[in-house]
């Protein structure tokens, strides 16, 4: 008996070994498919499109392409275009969404994020795209110097929001017909380390030709090296043209990333894109665009010139003129100067001279990355929105608040056939619900007031204002970082009170102005009946200029 219960233990294990080596053993099919990312900003399951290789070598690096789809399009949708298989004829996008064509073979990984569908490409859309990249990274050995980024439509609106504020990313970018983000144009400085490829149709009725044009001739201006190939009666579908033939892979084929250029160009409104290749901004005037030209123009010296920008540091590690064994000197807006650089140095201008940095840049409560601000950052990271019960409500007030908070977090609002939903699910809780992992974990949209919202109570004395709670007539908004994380306080009136439906066919009334508010939003009876929209100070205080206007409203209070 013994002997025969050894034999079936033996028997046992040895299953249980093949049967995991055959797991191990588990590949993914070359060709089109859908793959998924987990999202920690609603802890979901995301997809994306992917395309492995015929002859997938899991030991080579390969290039990766990301792709980015226009609206009312999809990750599968994209996935067929950028190889220039569009719609057969008389085809929908539903019908054409539901199988892939066969197509020609590249050597090429390529990566289409869904990005919530149709909802732009910044706040959490971006974040997907990023954890798309991150993905792809874990899973494949992707070539770090050989990541390109497209898209059409929005998507090349998007193509060039992502290339252009990350710009040590990419080895080159293609934008067909872009319609991007406002504030993009700004940027485009920041192209000069990688090539630009432009498609655009001339007879374009949804994105005008000549904003096209207007950033070609721009780049060529200021040196970029930029493509460009203008479609003869093409209407918005240029991107049948642009990737016909698979035409784009081959035009990225030429193209590597050089990881540590000489010279770099960089502007930045933004802590959170406060970095591109070896020099990363560290203190930026409030509200200004803030530049950088640092060229290393011979081994361990550099030439750098600054606007707005009053801290500042390089790290010069592996940089092939870089030589840890001796000083590197360094002209910043004609000031010279000299260190000791093992990697990195930072410098800070006091008194309008520029000195090499020897305390730390930022320290306390001040406008820094992850805690800058304006309004939408605690919408573009996780977030969950939270409704008050501290004061006991009765039946009809509380599902009052609950019905406010819920409204807010419906970003699935149906739309109508063509763009469809965002797909993004947050999650709704009353104050007396939400857990401390909950607190740690991202962003708290907080609505009520001190007196009926316990979570503005515990954070009451270190907010800098408060509505007066018997007030019924007016509406702040407004965004303060607390610890590691943003919460944004919405007391009185919901911020959406009063906002029409004008031209909202992209996004619901609820969450068409979060991207255009400041730090803070105070109005009367209709969010249409402004009377702050603005910004705090460096050390998140209200300014003279808000604190008149909160004053004399008679409905709040400042505590800073």
């Known amino acids: 008996m013994t002997f025969k219960f050894r034999n079936q233990a033996v028997l046992i294990v040895l299953g249980l070994l093949l049967g995991f080596t055959n797991l191990q053993a ?29 002859n997938f070598d899991e030991n080579k690096k390969y290039p990766l392409l990301i792709m980015l789809h226009g609206a009312g399009s999809n990750h599968r949708l994209d996935l067929r275009r950028v190889f220039g298989k569009s719609n057969a004829e008389d085809e929908t996008d539903k019908e054409a969404t539901r199988y892939f064509p066969q197509w020609e073979d590249v050597d090429f990984i390529v990566a289409a994020p869904f990005a919530r569908g149709t909802a732009g490409y910044q706040g959490i ?10 993905d792809v990274k874990k899973r494949f050995k992707i ?70 044009r207007k950033w070609v001739q721009h780049l060529q201006d200021i040196g970029v090296e930029v493509s460009y190939k203008e479609f003869v009666d093409v209407k918005h579908d240029s991107w049948v043209s642009a990737y016909d033939n698979e035409f784009i892979f081959e035009w990225f084929g030429h193209a590597e990333r050089n990881p540590f250029p000489d010279r770099v160009k960089f502007v930045s409104k933004q802590y959170k894109y406060n970095k591109a290749f070896w020099v990363q901004f560290d203190k930026m005037n409030l509200g200004t665009l803030a530049e950088i030209d640092a060229n290393l123009n011979k081994p361990n010296a550099a030439t750098i010139t600054t606007k707005n920008l009053s801290a500042f540091t390089v790290n010069l590690k592996g940089h092939p003129r870089f030589n840890a064994a001796s000083n590197v000197t360094f002209s910043i807006d004609g000031k010279a100067l000299s260190a000791k650089v093992d990697s990195s140095v930072s410098f800070v201008k006091n008194n309008n001279v520029w000195a090499v940095a020897t305390n730390p840049i930022a320290t306390g409560l001040v406008k820094k990355k992850g805690a800058e601000g304006p309004i939408y950052e605690a919408f573009s990271t996780p977030h969950i929105y939270v409704y008050g019960t501290a004061d006991n409500p009765s039946p009809e007030e509380l599902k009052k608040r609950v019905d406010a908070a819920t409204q807010a977090a419906n970003w699935s609002y149906y739309r109508g056939e063509f763009v469809g939903r965002i797909m993004f699910f947050p999650r709704t809780l009353s104050d007396k619900n939400v857990r401390p992992s909950d607190i740690e974990h991202g962003n708290l949209i907080l609505f009520g007031t001190k007196e009926t919202n316990s979570l503005i109570a515990k954070y009451a004395d270190r907010l800098p204002v408060h509505l007066n709670a018997a007030d019924t007539s007016h509406g702040l908004f407004y965004i303060f970082p607390v610890d590691k994380h943003y919460v944004a306080v919405s007391s009185g009136l919901p911020w959406w009170t009063g906002a029409d439906n004008k031209d909202a066919a992209f996004i619901s009334p609820v969450h068409r102005r979060l ?16 009377i702050v929209d603005g910004n705090f100070s460096e050390d998140w205080k209200v300014t003279d200029e808000m604190k008149t206007k909160l004053s004399n409203s008679g409905a709040i209070t400042i505590t800073k």
């Not at 997809?47 to 290789?53: A, H, T």
């Open 125 to 134: 859309p971006e974040e997907d795209v990023y954890d798309v990249l991150d």
């Open 515 to 530: 991207p255009e508010f400041k730090d803070l939003f105070f109005f009367k009876d209709s969010s249409t009946n402004t």
């Open 26 to 54: 588990q590949k993914l099919a070359t060709g089109p498919q859908v793959l998924t990312f987990f999202s920690d900003a609603d802890d979901t399951e995301q997809p994306y499109g992917l395309y492995l290789p015929k």
């Open 143 to 212: 070539d770090e110097n050989k990541t390109y980024l497209t898209g059409l439509s929005m998507g090349g609106g998007g193509t060039l929001w992502l290339g252009l504020t990350r710009p040590d990313i990419w080895a080159a970018i293609a934008p067909v017909c872009p319609a991007p983000p406002n504030g993009t144009f700004d940027l485009a400085a920041n192209a000069l380390n990688f090539p630009i490829h432009f498609f655009h149709g001339d007879a374009d009725p949804v994105v005008p030709v000549a904003d096209t």
